[in-house]
């Protein structure tokens, strides 16, 4: 193989003629080779990075600090970056890869291909400090590329939500006329519709939905121009008063300068905040598929209110047997999401003084959970809820046995003489409806239109009968 020699403070080192990483990546490579989970597994962070780049070059013609043809071939360089041109190139791994080795591969890789687009080799006037690196240091550049990378992932969340809201709501609309047992503590509770259960699902992922939007808007916020601490030292001057203008120039969408600049590059509040949004959503498609994964259980000895779509086989032994595969692996993907949120709280603690973070826990599993959990509720939607069918009759026949429609005679004679209608219903096996008859409570009218579920389910319906049959309370 081919190799190049690189000089750096600490000495020189041999790398890989066709590397685009420098000295500085490679020491950071031999150091921490502690697995496989490199920065290369985080394009949406090396994008930001890069995307940052390509804003500060900018910046620095404009100011008169940069040469416009650096400049120009830094900008085409960046930008094969962003557009993932180089995986395989950001060897560092992530457990050590935030901060300075993330900042040095981008500014290496960078200024290797620049040079290489400019005059035909890797070693070139173009220098990944002195120029890629201008007027910036990794404390300001960081913490400005997490801006980018949560506004990119919540945007793939906030699609998912949609899209998981939306199949809850068509269901709810296929099943409005499915009545069924509503339970509480895993007892029969009172009826409601399937419809009115999905749809309660699809009703939280659109609130959830609406939170995202509202945090993603948040995080416009740019800490490039504090350099190391915030003061700007080695900022040539006239930087700061163009940098917001260039990045919103680059990310296509407005960005503002950090009114305390030692606080954004100090904080550590915003990730926790923004990924507890995410958590929040996780746990509700958890709830959905643990709830579906009950009432679909059987399919003879379950609730089997509704089935699922088959996707594999249960069992190697039981023949026939068909597992609620879908749901279960969205329990261990939503699980990932509340791990993950205890490592990014432990990984915003890492920074000490004008440090926010030094690690790149945080951003590392910002990224995973929004990915994991748009992942993970596309494919429940697609392979398991847009296929749920509803066992109509099963669900009528168990409402119209449940004893907790003694309900209605405890809502007009009271709490005991409901126990006594409910325990009738239990001893004789028959239907609350059959023990209010035979109770003689009630004349039969009453009887038929306080026990038919269909009015059970309807809140202004159950209202006009409680008006109706009022005189007969004894409560």
């Known amino acids: ?65 940069l040469d416009s043809e650096k400049a120009k071939y830094i900008e085409m360089a960046a930008r094969e970056v962003a557009d993932g041109k180089f995986k395989g190139e950001f060897v560092v791994n992530i457990y050590r890869g935030s901060g ?90 009172v009826p409601l519709t399937l419809g009115q259960e999905f749809g309660a699902y699809g009703h939280a992922a659109r609130r959830l939905e609406k939170r995202l939007k509202i945090e993603r808007e948040h995080w416009n916020k740019s800490c490039l121009g504090g350099t190391a601490v915030g003061t700007g030292m080695s900022c040539l001057p006239g930087f700061r008063a163009v940098i917001a203008e260039k990045l919103t120039e680059v990310c296509g969408r407005p960005i503002e300068t950090e009114e305390d600049l030692f606080d954004g590059m ?7 905040i923004a990924h507890a949004h995410v958590q929040a959503l996780a746990t509700l498609v958890w709830k959905a598929a643990r ?28 023949p026939g047997k068909v597992n609620p595969v879908i749901p279960e692996m969205v329990f261990l993907t939503t699980d990932r999401v509340s791990a993950n949120h205890t490592g990014l709280v432990m990984g915003v603690l890492s920074g000490w003084l004008e440090l926010g973070t030094s690690s790149g826990i945080p951003v590392k599993s910002f990224i995973e959970s929004c990915d994991l959990l748009s992942r993970s509720m596309k494919v429940f939607v697609d392979k398991c809820v847009s296929g749920i069918t509803a066992n109509r009759e099963h669900c009528l026949e168990m409402t119209e046995m449940s004893t907790s429609l003694a309900t209605m005679v405890s809502t007009l004679f009271g709490y005991e003489v409901g126990t006594k209608i409910a325990h009738a219903a239990i001893d004789e096996n028959i239907t609350c409806k059959e023990a209010a008859r035979r109770s003689g409570l009630l004349p039969e009218e009453a009887v038929e239109e306080l026990f038919d579920v269909k009015n059970l389910v309807d809140p202004d319906r159950m209202e006009e009968l409680f008006k109706k049959y009022q005189n007969f309370r004894k409560v």
């Open 1 to 65: 193989m081919s190799m190049r020699i690189e000089h750096d403070g600490l000495g020189e080192l041999e790398l890989p003629e066709n590397a685009y990483y420098g000295i500085v990546s490679e020491r950071n490579r031999r150091a921490f080779d502690v697995g496989p989970l490199t920065l290369d597994n985080y394009p949406s962070y090396i994008r930001a990075v890069a995307l940052c780049k390509i804003a500060c070059a900018r910046a620095n013609v404009e100011i008169g600090a």
């Open 100 to 189: 300075t080795p993330t900042n040095m591969i981008v500014n290496e890789v960078v200024a290797h291909r620049a040079n290489e687009l400019m005059v035909g080799s890797k070693t070139g006037p173009i220098h990944p400090n002195t120029h890629v690196n201008m007027c910036q240091s990794t404390n300001d550049l960081i913490p400005t590329a997490k801006e980018m990378v949560v506004y990119d992932e919540l945007g793939k969340v906030i699609e998912a939500a949609g899209y998981f809201a939306e199949a809850f709501e068509k269901k709810a609309e296929e099943f409005a006329d499915v009545i069924k047992m509503g339970r509480t503590c895993l007892q029969d509770a």
């Open 266 to 272: 100090m904080a550590t509040d915003g990730l926790v």
């Open 291 to 318: 709830d579906i994964r009950l009432l679909g259980s059987g399919p003879r000895a379950g609730f089997g209110e509704i089935n699922l779509p088959a996707v594999a086989p249960g069992s190697s032994i039981k």
